[in-house]
């Protein structure tokens, strides 16, 4: 029984039992907070941030914890520390500036979870923000369009300071996009262009509207042009055909399915136009000389 006193009597034991007990309160305290944010922060993206926070400031409070319970042994390592601080600062160099990207990242506009981005080639959906790391669901490269093609690709956080990031969904969260129809000269140019306008008002035409606000803001905050938002039709010709070019806005995540709806509807008006309109095609005449 004596033994057993003399062992919890050890300053060393003493301070492990209280390093232990008050991580697990942290712990438990920290676990209880982010139960609680869905119910007081509806945002997806505002929740996401803040659990983030939790986690990491749980963290630091640990190590803070453990630093002041163990000062008195950290002391002696001060000298140390100092002249192997250069080393390990430049053996660290890549994680050191991870960890700089992260906060540069979290603390700026770079881009935040659920943003599609381009990071050194690689364009997806931001998934989540680590330390050292940025994880994006891939969208692209084998896979035709802007779809998912199952794989998340791991980028480290030091890359916002080496090469541009490319964001398509930030304050202006739509893209310009376009579908080129060529049509035989012969046709009638006006009829097939107020055609192809009509066509794009109704598909887009709200959705524009809904654009040319944020579009404001958006002069308002940068040094832009009043750029044409609204959808628009111009054309041009050669001697094979007249390239109408339809121009309008769309969401970044419908792309494709707003050019599979406008090229839809531009074949039915083709078909319905009475050879007032046909899709030009490239041709070649071959003379025979006998």
Do not use: C, H
Not at 13 to 21: E, H, M, N, R
Not at 114 to 132: P, Q
């Amino acid at each position: 029984m004596d033994q057993l006193k003399l062992y919890f009597n050890n300053p060393v034991l003493q301070q492990l039992l209280i390093v232990v007990g008050s991580v697990l309160i942290i712990l438990f305290i920290a676990r209880l907070i982010k139960g609680i944010i869905p119910k007081y922060i509806p945002d997806t993206n505002r929740r996401y941030r803040m659990r983030k926070f939790v986690t990491y400031l749980t963290y630091m409070i640990v190590v803070i914890l453990i630093l002041v319970i163990y000062s008195n042994k950290i002391t002696g390592l001060t000298v140390f520390l100092g002249v192997a601080g250069a080393g390990i600062a430049f053996a660290l160099q890549e994680i050191i500036a991870s960890i700089a990207g992260f906060i540069a990242i979290n603390f700026s506009n770079f881009y935040n979870v659920g943003d599609r981005v381009m990071l050194g080639g690689i364009k997806g959906d931001v998934i989540d923000i680590g330390f050292l790391r940025t994880s994006i669901m891939q969208i692209g490269d084998w896979v035709n369009g802007d779809l998912y093609n199952g794989k998340i690709v791991s980028i480290s956080n030091s890359f916002i300071f080496k090469e541009p990031v490319f964001n398509y969904s930030g304050d202006f969260p739509f893209l310009w996009d376009e579908v080129n129809i060529p049509i035989k000269t012969e046709g009638d140019y006006k009829y097939a262009k107020e055609t192809f306008q009509n066509i794009l008002d109704e598909v887009q035409g709200d959705y524009a509207r809904r654009a040319t606000v944020k579009w404001a803001k958006m002069t308002e905050k940068y040094q832009l042009e009043n750029a044409q938002v609204m959808p628009m039709v111009t054309m041009s010709f050669d001697e094979n055909w007249i390239n109408f070019n339809l121009r309008f806005v769309v969401d970044y995540k419908r792309r494709r399915g707003t050019k599979d709806i406008i090229s839809q509807k531009v074949l039915d008006a083709i078909r319905n136009s009475n050879g007032r309109m046909e899709v030009a095609s490239a041709a070649m005449n071959i003379t025979l000389l006998k």
